[in-house]
């Protein structure tokens, strides 16, 4: 029989790829099932002997279906921080190796949905429609792959937009005492993504669930679940599941930024994520360091704010913008959390107490707060304005502690105080009300201008709604150039304050008739 060499050839690899199938076929698997056993129990903490091969940060699987994470690998022992209900295991129960990090499902079936670290739901939906799944832990883009931070991302707060602007990509810290309005900011900024094709990840840590379900209402009221992914642990749960929140929602949100889109983070609050940890380290038997927090609490924070960042064209284009939320004791700013935050991230908007109680809302210490990427990630419209607004508020404060010690003031020392009591009026605002660009613009242009002076302070807030109302007269080529980078024109500074000064008209005080002789 005559065979072509091509023919005998392909015959011959055939035969070879049968024979290696029936080979692995009969191959006995050799791969190494481990098994340990429970030394002690601890609160959120398991001592377990007899897994030789783990490594760091492996998942191991507890009866129940509870899973742990190992953290201290010695020789004899290890030490396994557990993310489940440990009430029922006991010393000598049997632990598995998994052979897997901690993951977590992604993608845009979990929009809209409200769940735990491990992926499970909270909301009675059902479950969670996601195939892809991406680790907990991972390595912050590099530096080739950034862009810079030219963006704005709009908080629809007009104090924020106009003096402390947050650029899509940047981390943004949001710190102050105990109820002074942190979480109602984040929560602002999330209902103002509305229609900007904007992903928010909100990352409620150790939150009371009374706090959980009120943002969850609110999301669900003004629409923004359609955007928003929610992952919870409430103040109960145990600590491992508080440590590993902000990494499983980073996750998720570095999913929706690689594939090109733009997502905003918020974590609420870092303060409960740094407790958990140190209660991990001292159960760990790790050392304590300053105010008993372990050494690389530091670490901890920087390897997660540093996945925030904006993408350069070659890899989509996305951006993470994160607002991790940190709670002051007593307005000590200096304390070792928050300093080490302030120096991880891009800026800070600090919350005061003495302004809130003034009823100042939102309550943001305008001198205190900065951001570090500034007017670069600023529409040129607000740049204009923000200069002299600024300046002004500033003055302002300075010369209103003066006066309170009764001294006489002249003639311009009166104005720039009566001006800056308009500032403060006009940067109030009620809470889960965002403003839109073109009204803050005309609201904005209309204090430089300083068409707000005459109008009586208990009537600024109605004036202030009139000319936001009036704002939607604004003509639309002119609303786009505020939507860009592009400078108002003239024309277009003239359009606005005609616009403003038509509004405010009925709300100026009307002149005194001269008396005859």
Known sequence: MNMKPESLKNVINSAFAQISQVREAFTPQLTPHEVGTIMSVATGIAKVSGLPGVGFDELVMFPGDVLGIAFNLDADEIDVVLLGEYWHLHAGDEVQRTGRVMDVAVGDGLLGRVIDPLGR????????????????????????????????????????????????????????????????????????????????????????????AKAVATLREK??????????????????LAYIAPYVATSIAESFMEAGRDVLIVYDDLTHHARAYRE??????????????????????????????HLCRER?????????????????????IPTNLISITDG?????????????????????????????????????????????????????????????????????????????ACLKQPEFSPVAVPAQIAVLLAL????????????????????????????????????????????????????????LARFQPKPEPEETS
């Open 121 to 212: 739901p909270l909301d009675g939906n059902g479950p969670v429609a996601a195939s892809l799944r991406l680790a907990v832990e991972r390595p912050a883009a590099p530096i080739m792959d950034r862009a810079p931070v030219t963006v704005p991302l709009q908080t629809g707060i007009k104090v924020i937009d106009a003096l402390i602007p947050v650029g899509r990509g940047q981390r943004e810290l949001i710190l102050g005492d105990r109820q002074t309005g942190k979480t109602a900011i984040a929560i602002d900024t999330i209902l103002n993504q509305r229609d900007k094709d904007v992903v928010c990840v909100y990352c409620a840590i150790g939150q009371r669930a009374s706090a959980v």
């Open 348 to 424: 800070q908007i600090y919350l005061s107490p003495s302004l809130f109680e003034l009823g100042v809302l939102p309550a943001v210490d305008v001198g205190k707060s900065v951001s570090r990427v500034g007017g670069k990630a600023q529409r040129a419209a607000y740049r204009a304005v923000a200069g002299d607004l600024k300046l002004g508020y500033a003055q302002f404060e300075e010369l209103e502690t003066f006066s309170r010690f009764g001294a006489r003031l002249d003639e311009d020392t009166r104005k720039i105080i009566e001006h800056g009591r308009r500032i403060r």
């Open 448 to 503: 430089t201008a300083e068409l707000f002076d005459q109008v009586p302070l208990n009537r600024m807030a109605e004036a202030e709604e009139a000319l936001r109302k009036a704002a939607a007269d604004i003509p639309p080529k002119v609303c786009q150039r505020l939507d860009t980078a592009e400078k108002l024109s003239d024309e277009d500074h003239e359009t606005i304050i005609q616009i403003a000064r038509q509004s």
């Open 280 to 309: 991990l380290s001292l159960l760990l038997r790790r050392p304590p360091g300053r105010e008993a927090f372990p050494g690389d609490i530091f670490y901890i924070h920087s390897r997660l704010l540093e996945r925030s960042t």
């Open 223 to 240: 629409q923004a679940m359609d955007y928003t992914v929610l992952v919870v642990t409430e103040g109960n749960d145990p600590p491992g």
């Open 316 to 336: 989509g284009g996305g951006s993470l913008t994160a607002l991790p939320i940190i709670e002051t004791e007593a307005q000590n700013i200096s304390a070792y």
